[in-house]
């Protein structure tokens, strides 16, 4: 059964750590009409944080208000008082002083390397080697969006042991450290998004949201902000605990061992090959597109439900496979499906795989938003330049699937002209 959330009220919260709004202030109006697509480039930016900030500081009435009792929706909905007293030095103009932690550096530049080397081996493996690894990289990806994101960060629908099981050890497959700290670098982020508080603070840059803050210590704020956060429903979930105690074995093996070895056992790949191409090229990219969410869909999009927000409508959405809807996402973060609309109305496989679930009787309370609901925050915070036009899910899905194939098309093609 699908849940939806949102009857309307006069005090409708946010879904996420931002600003609580007063209708009437003619100075934020003033200000909104401003951020509309009116400055370009890194003023964006500036004047974009400035009225956040500002936002969080000055206002004292709650236009939106959270529209669900669900205990466990607190995770993913609630805003904080606090949030309004984090300490921005974007805003304040600090001077950014980053801590080294070289051994990270050494060890992602060296994963880079190696992957870069393994694409290499392509036109000399054999060709299941590639679909296998390609595989691993769709199942890394369902524990991180299906599972570590909406089931544990967000806890947008429930689930039986069966499909947190699967999920969980997908998860590992994509070795993102594991659900409990990943779940609450995420929590933080989404409390505190493009503050200090925020572990991959977009307005830090690009690269820092990508990759860098894996780079450096974590700043003093987000280790602050990161104790006060409830993590209480993961610690009574016995998948998540285990999979956090045994984490290591179970990358050894899940990450390592059994992607590598399956090629050699089953259709005698070279160890070589294998090694580098089914554990890492495939997780090299696999990371990367994990990271586009942070970074690229923190940038380059529009924003249609809340343009205070950094987070945008990705312009490619299609290769982050569901998790691109971010403007969304961040405005309505209990949302099972990451976007308005449903697996068959946009490309979205994450929610195709909860939808499966679903059906299966595996999963359960799939929390969606009302179309009213969406509506009325479109009109009140959304960026109406952006109201717009919706492709039909034929466009979507043949584009979708079009561009998640294609690199396992052009390797395949590599491997087929190469090897002879
Ligand atoms: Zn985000
Ligand atoms: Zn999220």
Same mark, same amino acid.
């Given at each position: 059964?699908?849940?939806?959330?949102?009857?309307?009220?006069?005090?409708?919260?946010?879904?996420?750590?931002?600003?609580?709004?007063?209708?009437?202030?003619?100075?934020?109006?003033?200000?909104?009409?401003?951020?509309?697509?009116?400055?370009?480039?890194?003023?964006?930016?500036?004047?974009?944080?400035?009225?956040?900030?500002?936002?969080?500081?000055?206002?004292?009435?709650?236009?939106?208000?959270?529209?669900?009792?669900?205990?466990?929706?607190?995770?993913?909905?609630?805003?904080?008082?606090?949030?309004?007293?984090?300490?921005?030095? /974007?805003?304040? /103009?600090?001077?950014?002083?980053?801590?080294?932690?070289?051994?990270?550096?050494?060890?992602?530049?060296?994963?880079?390397?190696?992957?870069?080397?393994?694409?290499?081996?392509?036109?000399?493996?054999?060709?299941?080697?590639?679909?296998?690894?390609?595989?691993?990289?769709?199942?890394?990806?369902?524990?991180?969006?299906?599972?570590? #994101?909406?089931?544990?960060? #967000?806890?947008?629908?429930?689930?039986?042991?069966?499909?947190?099981?699967?999920?969980?050890?997908?998860?590992?497959?994509?070795?993102?450290?594991?659900?409990?700290?990943?779940?609450?670098?995420?929590?933080?982020?989404?409390?505190?998004?493009?503050?200090?508080?925020?572990?991959?603070?977009?307005?830090?840059? $690009?690269? $820092?949201? #990508?990759?860098?803050?894996?780079?450096?210590?974590?700043?003093?704020?987000?280790?602050?902000?990161?104790?006060?956060?409830?993590?209480?429903?993961?610690?009574?979930?016995?998948?998540?605990?285990?999979?956090?105690?045994?984490?290591?074995?179970?990358?050894?093996?899940?990450?390592?061992?059994?992607?590598?070895?399956?090629?050699?056992?089953?259709?005698?790949?070279?160890?070589?090959?294998?090694?580098?191409?089914?554990?890492?090229?495939?997780?090299?990219?696999?990371?990367?597109?994990?990271?586009?969410?942070?970074?690229?869909?923190?940038?380059?999009?529009?924003?249609?439900?809340?343009?205070?927000?950094?987070?945008?409508?990705?312009?490619?959405?299609?290769?982050?496979?569901?998790?691109?809807?971010?403007?969304?996402?961040?405005? $309505?973060?209990?949302?099972?499906?990451?976007?308005?609309?449903?697996?068959?109305?946009?490309? /979205?496989?994450?929610?195709?795989?909860?939808?499966? $679930?679903?059906?299966?009787?595996?999963?359960?309370?799939?929390?969606?938003?009302?179309?009213?609901?969406?509506?009325?925050?479109?009109?009140?915070?959304?960026?109406?330049?952006?109201?717009?036009?919706?492709?039909?899910?034929?466009?979507?899905?043949?584009?979708?699937?079009?561009?998640?194939?294609?690199?396992?098309?052009?390797?395949?093609?590599? /491997?087929?002209?190469?090897?002879?």
């Amino acid at each position: 059964m699908v849940t939806t959330i949102g009857t309307l009220s006069t005090n409708e919260h946010l879904g996420d750590n931002h600003s609580k709004i007063h209708p009437n202030q003619t100075e934020y109006k003033h200000k909104m009409k401003k951020t509309s697509n009116t400055i370009n480039g890194n003023d964006t930016v500036r004047y974009r944080k400035e009225i956040t900030y500002q936002l969080y500081e000055t206002d004292t009435e709650q236009v939106v208000d959270v529209i669900d009792n669900d205990e466990q929706l607190k995770h993913s909905t609630s805003s904080d008082q606090e949030n309004r007293n984090v300490i921005d030095s /974007n805003v304040k /103009n600090v001077k950014r002083k980053y801590e080294y932690v070289w051994l990270n550096i050494i060890v992602m530049a060296s994963l880079h390397v190696a992957a870069l080397y393994g694409l290499t081996l392509i036109p000399y493996a054999h060709r299941a080697t590639i679909v296998w690894a390609y595989l691993l990289l769709l199942l890394g990806s369902i524990g991180v969006q299906a599972g570590a #994101h909406r089931l544990w960060a #967000h806890r947008t629908y429930k689930a039986n042991f069966g499909a947190r099981l699967f999920l969980s050890l997908c998860h590992v497959v994509a070795l993102q450290n594991d659900v409990y700290e990943w779940s609450r670098d995420h929590r933080a982020h989404h409390k505190f998004a493009d503050t200090d508080g925020d572990p991959h603070d977009s307005t830090k840059g $690009f690269f $820092f949201s #990508h990759v860098g803050w894996l780079l450096v210590r974590k700043h003093s704020e987000v280790k602050r902000r990161g104790k006060t956060l409830d993590m209480s429903d993961l610690e009574r979930d016995g998948i998540v605990m285990f999979q956090r105690r045994w984490y290591i074995p179970m990358v050894a093996l899940f990450w390592g061992l059994i992607p590598m070895a399956i090629p050699v056992l089953c259709w005698n790949e070279l160890p070589f090959n294998s090694i580098f191409i089914c554990i890492f090229s495939r997780y090299v990219i696999a990371l990367n597109l994990t990271w586009c969410v942070n970074s690229w869909a923190h940038m380059f999009g529009n924003r249609p439900y809340d343009k205070r927000l950094f987070a945008v409508e990705a312009s490619i959405r299609h290769l982050l496979m569901g998790e691109g809807f971010h403007n969304y996402h961040h405005t $309505f973060p209990w949302d099972y499906s990451a976007s308005e609309l449903g697996s068959m109305d946009v490309f /979205n496989p994450a929610t195709a795989v909860i939808d499966f $679930f679903h059906w299966m009787g595996w999963a359960w309370d799939l929390k969606k938003v009302s179309p009213a609901m969406i509506e009325k925050r479109k009109k009140s915070t959304g960026d109406s330049v952006w109201y717009h036009k919706r492709n039909t899910s034929f466009y979507e899905w043949t584009t979708g699937t079009f561009t998640i194939l294609s690199p396992l098309a052009f390797g395949l093609y590599l /491997n087929y002209v190469l090897s002879g």
